[in-house]
């Protein structure tokens, strides 16, 4: 069984587009995370959510915005996308929002904004 | 805030040999955890070890260990008996009091047959 998902696996779009991103975790874990994989393999985070709350906001476009309709799911919406959100997007998610707490990864999302 | 550096862009091993990849951090904190994962082709960020800073001891799992320096904040990764499959992408993260896990630049591992 798949920890955590996210669909679609790959997205391919035209600048101006807005887009969804779904992440799903089975592991009953509270604590979920986007983060962005740049062209250069950086990995960053994006946002994360405890329980349904954010906790973390990073300085991310407002074009950005994470919905979590219960603590299974975090999904990333993007408006008007631009050339520049061309990236691998990782959902994670851990027990808690400790830093003890190991985050499990998903697949990713490639991301092509043309 | 906490930085995170990986000298080694890319690294390459004969297989059944060993190689430690670097990491340095910087942090202020004093209770932290360090982490390295894996990043295959296929994409998939897979934990392979993880050391928490108030233990001593250094990390093991099966064919790697990590080397903990925490006066110098040094966490390197060691792989022993390097076999095929663990060419990938190796990237050392931190995490602290702030939660969110800050990544290094990741190193390249090729292994060679």
């Known amino acids: 069984d798949t920890a955590v998902s996210q669909t679609p696996k790959y997205l391919v779009t035209q600048m101006g587009n807005d887009k969804s991103i779904k992440c799903e975790q089975n592991l009953g874990h509270d604590t979920m995370y986007w983060y962005k994989q740049d062209s250069k393999k950086f990995l960053k985070i994006m946002f994360s959510?405890?329980?349904?709350?954010?906790?973390i906001n990073e300085t991310v476009p407002n074009r950005f915005s994470p919905k979590s309709p219960d603590k299974a799911h975090l999904n990333l919406h993007i408006n008007s996308l631009e050339l520049g959100d061309s990236a691998v997007y990782f959902c994670?998610?851990?027990?808690?929002?400790?830093?003890?707490?190991?985050?499990?990864f998903g697949p990713g999302t490639r991301l092509t904004v043309l | 805030a906490q930085t995170v550096t990986q000298s080694q862009p890319e690294m390459s091993v004969q297989e059944a040999e060993t190689v430690t990849l670097s990491c340095t951090y910087d942090t202020s904190e004093s209770d932290y955890y360090l982490f390295w994962y894996k990043q295959p082709p296929s994409r998939q960020m897979i934990l392979v070890i993880r050391?928490?800073?108030?233990?001593?001891q250094n990390a093991t799992e099966n064919r790697f260990s990590v080397n903990f320096q925490k006066a110098a904040k040094s966490f390197s990764l060691k792989i022993s008996d390097s076999q095929l499959g663990d060419a990938a992408m190796y990237f050392c993260a931190y995490r602290g009091g702030a939660q969110k896990l800050v990544f290094g630049q990741g190193t390249r591992l090729t292994i060679n047959p």
């Open positions: 050391q928490e800073a108030y233990k001593q």
């Open positions: 959510y405890n329980n349904k709350e954010l906790i």
């Open positions: 994670a998610s851990s027990q808690n929002r400790g830093a003890a707490d190991t985050q499990y």
